[in-house]
């Protein structure tokens, strides 16, 4: 019997797709570089259901039914084009080549076009939800020709994880890079949801004086309200556990240096290109660097800056009131950091020609992935009728929800301030806010400056056709339209 889908890679995420494949009754054809890894598996799981070992690319070709779906689960980058590479020339048209890897999404748009050329498919799929995501059901974000959706659509959408209404957490996203554009700006949001996690962490612990056992059971607590999500969830047992070694809380023992591998990265600078203010993912990624800088200038720095801490900030330590402000804040700043994610999305979607349904993507966000959230139902819903709004913060709902912290929020950030405790985005989330609802801001001073010494000119308030204007600074001052 030919197989339906064949995988190539088979670490861990290759392998648990594979399982899951077969588990939902696919016939499922295996290769690695190395055979050992495919017996391996065959021998721990292979009861699990029907598969195919094979010992080379040609192998894997031969024992596919047509036409072919290949999925490619090897190291992002070069190792892709490798196999790219390899396998095309044993392909016919109409065959279909899957990334399920993080790929940069301009590598996947120049792979799309270069593989449409010869007349196959090529399919850049974002797969959020970890290993046990991968096995279980995972968010899916499919990207590429949408003809090759029609076949490799319902298989994608049997192994992905349901949301409570049953609908599976995988959809079309839209042409070439427009998956791995998402499953990248997902991580940028997982980043942030990440960091406002840890600066709850860390005021609940330095302002109200939480040790990380007491803090597991506020998140506990916070993950059955609007907060709850798998992060939150996860933060709970994080911080409930006990060094074996030490007895200490295990959170105090791990170095504070954060790693990446590089999608963090790649969002804030896409954002930049494209001029989204995703300042709240950009701070997430930048705290990371600032975490995993020289310790020896961490050290320094300890030594050699003051704090400048007043001495009138009153303790708050136990105070309930306290908890709950830190709770909302990171409601408000989240909310923020969805929005500022999303919102990028509508400007990408406009730059390469994708259209976008945020309400479907909200949708397939729901369950299955790292950034999982109840929250994800009141983003959907915000998406799902005649008329989007502009901005997330503009859905009814969320305005209300964040009119409804706002106060918590501002005093968690100036507590912050006081304290001279780092809150990179519960502050940038609220200076964001309030800068989109300002109705004047400093970018006027920034005009005027950017024409005196640059004649760079501005445009009028009272001047509705946006003529541009210039003060002749280093004459007589007087106003030229340029
Ligand atoms: C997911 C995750 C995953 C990512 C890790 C590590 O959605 O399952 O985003 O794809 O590789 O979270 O990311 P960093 O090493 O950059 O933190």
Redesign the pocket.
């Known amino acids: 019997k030919k197989a339906q889908i064949g995988v190539t890679g088979l670490a861990v995420m290759g392998a648990n797709l594979a399982r899951n494949f077969a588990r939902k009754g696919y016939t499922v054809a295996l290769h690695n570089r190395s055979v050992a890894r495919t017996d391996a598996l065959l021998a721990e799981h292979g009861h699990e259901g029907s598969f195919v070992r094979t010992e080379s690319l040609e192998e894997l070709v031969g024992a596919l039914e047509s036409p072919r779906r290949i999925l490619v689960m090897v190291k992002a980058g070069g190792p892709v084009d490798a196999v790219i590479e390899a396998l095309v020339p044993l392909l016919d048209p109409g065959d279909i080549v899957i990334d399920g890897g ?1 790929s940069y999404f301009q590598d996947t748009r120049r792979r799309e076009a270069a593989l449409a050329a010869v007349g196959l498919h090529f399919v850049g799929v974002g ?4 290993e046990e ?1 991968a096995l279980l059901g ?2 899916i974000m499919p990207g590429g020709p949408q003809e090759s959706y029609a076949s490799l659509g319902p298989m994608l959408e049997s192994i992905a994880a349901r949301a409570e209404d049953g609908a599976p957490c995988c959809a079309w996203i839209g042409p070439d890079g427009a998956g791995h554009f998402v ?1 990248m700006v ?2 940028g949001i ?2 942030a949801d990440m960091q406002v996690i840890g600066e709850a962490h860390e005021l609940l612990r330095s302002v109200a004086g939480l040790e990380p056992g007491e803090q597991a059971e506020v998140f506990r607590q916070w993950n059955t309200g609007e907060l709850a999500s798998y992060l939150i969830e996860i933060t709970a047992e994080v911080l409930g556990q006990v060094d074996a070694r030490t007895g200490k809380p295990l959170i105090d023992v791990i170095v504070d240096a954060a ?6 990265t790649w969002t804030v600078q896409e954002a930049l290109a494209l001029g989204s203010p995703v300042t709240g993912i950009a701070e997430s990624v930048f705290a990371r660097a600032l975490s995993s800088a020289e310790p020896a200038m961490r050290a320094q720095a300890q030594r050699l800056l003051p704090a400048g801490v007043g001495a009138t900030t009153e303790d708050v330590v136990g105070d309930a009131g306290f908890v709950e402000d830190v709770r909302q804040a990171l409601y408000a700043s989240k909310l923020v950091a969805y929005a500022q994610g999303l919102d990028m999305l509508t400007l990408a979607g406009a730059e390469y020609g994708w259209e976008l349904d945020l309400a479907a993507i909200a949708s397939l966000w729901r369950q299955g ?3 999982r959230a109840q929250l994800l139902e009141t983003i959907m819903e915000a998406y799902a009728g005649e008329s989007a709004p502009a901005n997330l913060l503009f859905a009814p709902a969320v305005t209300t929800a964040l009119e409804a912290a706002l106060p918590a929020w501002r005093r968690v950030v100036a507590r912050a301030v006081e304290r001279g405790i780092p809150a990179p985005v519960f502050s940038s989330t609220l200076a964001y806010y309030d800068s989109l609802r300002r109705p004047r801001l400093n970018a006027a001073l920034t005009q005027g400056l950017r024409d005196y010494f640059g004649a760079h000119t501005y445009r009028r308030v009272d001047d509705a056709s946006a003529g541009a204007y210039h003060t002749l600074w280093s004459g007589d001052r007087s106003e030229v339209i340029a």
């Not at 790693?259 to 963090?264: A, V």
């Open positions: 993080n797969v959020s939800g970890g995501g995972p968010s499953k997902h991580n997982e980043y790693g990446q591998k590089g999608t963090g992935c790292i950034i």
